[in-house]
T-cell receptor
Framework: DQQVKQNSPSLSVQEGRISILNCDYT??????FLWYKKYPAEGPTFLIS?????DKNEDGRFTVFLNKSAKHLSLHIVPSQPGDSAVYFC????????????FGPGTRLSVLP | NAGVTQTPKFRVLKTGQSMTLLCAQD?????MYWYRQDPGMGLRLIHY???????AKGEVPDGYNVSRLKKQNFLLGLESAAPSQTSVYFC?????????FGPGTRLTVT
C-alpha cells in the first residue's frame, strides 16, 4: 500500500503556463515533505521542501503548497520552461531525517515549446 | 567537488554472481543511503548509514549487504544476484534533510 501517491504519471504543459504537480499521502504522522526533479540518466536533485508548520513555501518559480487536512501537497511551477521537463518525485517523512523518507512514483512533466 | 559518484554505471550479472557497488561523496556528509528504483515505483530505501562504521536496514534490505568503513564511502553488496534485483540503484548522502544523489547504476541480472 503506497503511503505517498502521485496519481498522474505524466503531465504536458505549454511553455509559459503554470505546471501543477500533485501528491497525496496517507500517513498523518508525516511532517516534512520534499520535491525532487530527475532528468534521464541522472540522479534526483532536490528542488524544494516544506515542513508541516507551514502551508506554503516559495523559491523562485517553484512554490509548494501543503494542505494537512486533505493530506495533499502540490508543486506549482510558474512560468514553465522547456528545461523543466523531467520526472518529479514527491517525498514525505516523519521528522526530517533521510531514513524515513517515502517517495512517490513520480510524475513526468513535459513542457512544450 | 564531485558530489556523489557511483561505480560502475552499468553492469550485467548472471543469476548467482556477486558484485559490489561503490558510492563515494566528498561533501563530508554523515548520512548515506542506498535506494533502488523500479518502473512505476518511487525510490525504495535498501540500507542506510548515519555515520562511519554504522549501518541499518531500510525498507527492502533482503539480498543486500552494506559497509561504511570510511566516512566518504558506502558499499552495497549483492552476494548471490537474482533477476528480482534488476533495477537502477541510487546512492545518496545528506546532512540531513536534503539528500544529494549520485547518477545511478543500472544493474541487469539475467
Amino acid at each position: 500500500d503506497q503511503q505517498v501517491k502521485q496519481n498522474s504519471p505524466s503531465l504536458s504543459v505549454q511553455e509559459g503556463r503554470i505546471s501543477i504537480l500533485n501528491c497525496d499521502y496517507t500517513n498523518s504522522m508525516f511532517d516534512y515533505f520534499l520535491w525532487y526533479k530527475k532528468y534521464p540518466a541522472e540522479g534526483p536533485t532536490f528542488l524544494i521542501s516544506i515542513s508541516s508548520i507551514k502551508d506554503k513555501n516559495e523559491d523562485g518559480r517553484f512554490t509548494v503548497f501543503l494542505n494537512k487536512s486533505a493530506k495533499h501537497l502540490s508543486l506549482h511551477i510558474v512560468p514553465s520552461q522547456p528545461g523543466d521537463s523531467a520526472v518529479y518525485f514527491c517525498a514525505a517523512s516523519r521528522g526530517n531525517y533521510g531514513q524515513n523518507f517515502v517517495f512517490g512514483p513520480g510524475t513526468r512533466l513535459s513542457v512544450l515549446p | 567537488n564531485a558530489g556523489v559518484t557511483q561505480t560502475p554505471k552499468f553492469r550485467v550479472l548472471k543469476t548467482g554472481q556477486s558484485m559490489t557497488l561503490l558510492c563515494a561523496q566528498d561533501m563530508n556528509h554523515e548520512y548515506m543511503y542506498w535506494y533502488r528504483q523500479d518502473p512505476g515505483m518511487g525510490l525504495r530505501l535498501i540500507h542506510y548509514s548515519v555515520g562511519e562504521g554504522t549501518t541499518a536496514k531500510g525498507e527492502v534490505p533482503d539480498g543486500y549487504n552494506v559497509s561504511r568503513l570510511k566516512k566518504q564511502n558506502f558499499l552495497l553488496g549483492l552476494e548471490s544476484a537474482a533477476p528480482s534485483q534488476t533495477s537502477v540503484y541510487f546512492c545518496a548522502s545528506s546532512l540531513p534533510p536534503e539528500q544529494y544523489f549520485g547518477p545511478g547504476t543500472r544493474l541487469t541480472v539475467t
